[in-house]
C-alpha cells in the first residue's frame, strides 16, 4: 500500500483524541474542526465526559467517544453504575473503558471479568472499547488473558492503552492482541494509542493489522487509531503525495 493510500485510511480510522488537563470548552470546540478534512472524517472524537455535549452541540453527525474508569483503572463498579449512564445520556457514541489491570495483575481475573460484565451491560448497544494499560501489563501472556477476558465479556475493541503511563502502545502488544482476538474467531476490533505521533508510527499498526488480518479487515469499524497530533502528520503525507 502507498503512502498516500495509506494515510487516507489511518486519517479515516482516527479516534482523533484531546484528553488534556487543560482542556476548556472553546479549545475542545476548536479541536473538533480538524475533524472535518478534504480526505474524508475521522472515525470519532474522543473527549472527557464533560465535553460530549460541547462536541454534540456543534456537530450532531460527528461521533463521540468518551473515557471510564480513566485513567487510573479502578476495580469499583459504582464508578461504571455512575459514568457510563451519565456518558450515554450526554450523547457518547462510544465508551472507551479501562480495564482494573491492577486486579488483573494481582490474580483476581473473576472480579475483572465480573467488572466487564456490568460494564457491557451498561453500554448497551454503544461502542464499548476496554483499555487494557498493555505497558503495564508484566508480559505478553499477561497481555493475551487480558484480551481474552475483553472478548469473553463481548467487548467490541481492545485498546491498548490510556497513553497516561510511562510505557503506551508497542507493535509487541499490538501483535498479541490481534493474533489472540484473531484466533478467538470473535468480530472484536483493536486500538493502539498512546505514544503515537507520526504517519510512521501509525502505519506500523496498519501494516501488522493487514498481516494478521488481512487489508480488508483494516476499516474504523475493526481499526482504530487513538491520537492527538497524528492528524497534522497524516495531512502533510497525503499533500505531499508520497
Same mark, same amino acid.
Given at each position: 500500500?502507498?503512502?498516500?493510500?495509506?494515510?487516507?485510511?489511518? &486519517?479515516?480510522?482516527?479516534?482523533?483524541?484531546?484528553?488534556?488537563?487543560?482542556?476548556?470548552?472553546?479549545?475542545?470546540?476548536?479541536?473538533?474542526? &480538524?475533524?472535518?478534512?478534504?480526505?474524508?472524517?475521522?472515525?470519532?472524537?474522543?473527549?472527557?465526559?464533560?465535553?460530549?455535549?460541547?462536541?454534540?452541540?456543534?456537530?450532531?453527525?460527528?461521533?463521540?467517544?468518551?473515557?471510564?474508569?480513566?485513567?487510573?483503572?479502578?476495580?469499583?463498579?459504582?464508578?461504571?453504575?455512575?459514568?457510563?449512564?451519565?456518558?450515554?445520556?450526554?450523547?457518547?457514541?462510544?465508551?472507551?473503558?479501562? &480495564?482494573?489491570?491492577?486486579?488483573?495483575?494481582?490474580?483476581?481475573?473473576?472480579?475483572?471479568?465480573?467488572?466487564?460484565?456490568?460494564?457491557?451491560?451498561?453500554?448497551?448497544?454503544?461502542?464499548?472499547?476496554?483499555?487494557?494499560?498493555?505497558?503495564?501489563?508484566?508480559?505478553?501472556?499477561?497481555?493475551?488473558?487480558?484480551?481474552?477476558?475483553?472478548?469473553?465479556?463481548?467487548?467490541?475493541?481492545?485498546?491498548?492503552?490510556?497513553?497516561?503511563?510511562?510505557?503506551?502502545?508497542?507493535?509487541?502488544?499490538?501483535?498479541?492482541?490481534?493474533?489472540?482476538?484473531?484466533?478467538?474467531?470473535?468480530?472484536?476490533?483493536?486500538?493502539?494509542?498512546?505514544?503515537?505521533?507520526?504517519?510512521?508510527?501509525?502505519?506500523?499498526?496498519?501494516?501488522?493489522?493487514?498481516?494478521?488480518?488481512?487489508?480488508?479487515?483494516?476499516?474504523?469499524?475493526?481499526?482504530?487509531?487513538?491520537?492527538?497530533? &497524528?492528524?497534522?502528520?497524516?495531512?502533510?503525507?497525503?499533500?505531499?503525495?508520497?
Amino acid at each position: 500500500m502507498d503512502n498516500v493510500t495509506a494515510a487516507k485510511l489511518l &486519517l479515516n480510522c482516527l479516534d482523533l483524541t484531546s484528553l488534556h488537563d487543560n482542556d476548556t470548552a472553546k479549545s475542545i470546540r476548536d479541536f473538533s474542526e &480538524l475533524a472535518y478534512t478534504p480526505y474524508g472524517n475521522v472515525a470519532a472524537l474522543c473527549v472527557y465526559p464533560r465535553f460530549i455535549t460541547t462536541v454534540k452541540e456543534q456537530h450532531k453527525d460527528l461521533k463521540v467517544a468518551t473515557v471510564i474508569n480513566f485513567p487510573a483503572g479502578e476495580n469499583d463498579v459504582e464508578i461504571l453504575n455512575h459514568e457510563i449512564p451519565t456518558a450515554i445520556s450526554l450523547g457518547a457514541d462510544e465508551l472507551d473503558i479501562v &480495564l482494573p489491570y491492577k486486579s488483573l495483575l494481582s490474580g483476581d481475573e473473576m472480579s475483572v471479568s465480573e467488572y466487564l460484565r456490568q460494564a457491557r451491560k451498561l453500554c448497551g448497544k454503544k461502542i464499548m472499547k476496554v483499555i487494557i494499560e498493555s505497558g503495564e501489563l508484566s508480559s505478553i501472556n499477561m497481555i493475551k488473558r487480558a484480551t481474552s477476558l475483553c472478548i469473553e465479556t463481548e467487548a467490541d475493541f481492545v485498546k491498548t492503552s490510556t497513553g497516561k503511563t510511562k510505557k503506551s502502545a508497542t507493535p509487541e502488544a499490538a501483535n498479541a492482541i490481534m493474533e489472540t482476538i484473531k484466533a478467538s474467531g470473535k468480530k472484536v476490533g483493536f486500538k493502539a494509542s498512546g505514544g503515537i505521533k507520526t504517519f510512521a508510527d501509525a502505519k506500523s499498526y496498519l501494516v501488522l493489522a493487514s498481516g494478521i488480518n488481512g487489508s480488508d479487515w483494516v476499516r474504523s469499524e475493526n481499526f482504530r487509531i487513538g491520537a492527538s497530533s &497524528l492528524l497534522k502528520d497524516l495531512l502533510i503525507t497525503i499533500e505531499r503525495g508520497y
